[in-house]
């Protein structure tokens, strides 16, 4: 069966403190490894998809990359407005996306 | 244009009611999918339609009933729910074979009294 874990389960960060969230997966045939950003009460919104292993991708503050059991999305020099719930899902090769259970970022001012 | 439009926001309905949650896309995908998602969890998928037919539902009870009617809807008709039914709906699109991102939409807020 499919498995995405997450951790830490919640990050509380300084303005400008840079960190890492892990996401360890275990997905048969893996079409790609999503990182979203969920805020309250709204959908996911995407930031990257990485499909294979040493794949790096970057957008503003934040950095995805992968190997072959692990994602990682490092948040450089957070501000306030990067505090969310990110989470990570992988795509096995029949569609199925499964997510891990979050990493609640918290960047205080 | 990554908008995926899922209609109403808030619902509050009955037990014994029906309704329905519409959902839209317009970027050519050809995979759609619901996901029911409860306060500080993450989404848990429902059903994946891959080219307008249904090719996965995760046990759900027959309670809720998708329905694509084309490439561009998907709907979720609702019948005889229960309380511990009321969640975040998600609607989600994707294109099939090469670059697979799958984008979700807002949400439909669902309460069951």
């Known amino acids: 069966e499919d498995q995405v874990t997450q951790s830490p389960e919640a990050l509380r960060l300084q303005e400008g403190e840079s960190s890492s969230l892990n996401c360890s997966y275990t997905?048969?045939?893996?079409?790609?490894l999503f990182w979203y950003r969920q805020d309250p009460g709204k959908g996911p919104e995407f930031l990257f998809t990485l499909y294979s292993a040493g794949e790096e991708k970057e957008k503003e503050r934040l950095k995805a990359t992968l190997t072959k059991k692990e994602s990682f999305l490092h948040i450089t020099a957070p501000k306030p407005e990067d505090s969310a719930t990110y989470l990570c899902?992988?795509?096995?090769?029949?569609?199925?996306?499964?997510f891990g259970a979050g990493t609640t970022v918290t960047v205080r001012a | 244009d990554t908008e995926v439009t899922q209609t109403p926001k808030h619902l509050v309905m009955g037990m014994t009611n029906k309704k329905s949650l519409k959902c839209e896309q317009h970027?050519?995908?050809?995979?759609m999918y619901w996901y029911k998602q409860k306060a500080k969890k993450p989404p848990e998928l429902m059903f994946v339609y891959s080219y307008e037919k249904l090719s996965i539902n995760e046990s759900v009870p027959s309670r809720f009933s998708p329905e694509c009617p084309n490439s561009s809807l998907l709907n979720l008709h609702l019948h005889a729910l229960q309380p511990e039914d009321s969640a975040l709906y998600l609607c989600?699109?994707?294109?099939?074979?090469?670059?697979?991102?799958?984008?979700f939409g807002e949400g439909s807020w669902l309460t069951v009294v």
């Open positions: 989600a699109s994707s294109p099939i074979g090469s670059g697979n991102t799958i984008y």
């Open positions: 899902a992988g795509l096995s090769n029949d569609y199925k996306l499964s």
């Open positions: 997905v048969s045939g893996l079409r790609g």
């Open positions: 970027m050519g995908h050809r995979a």
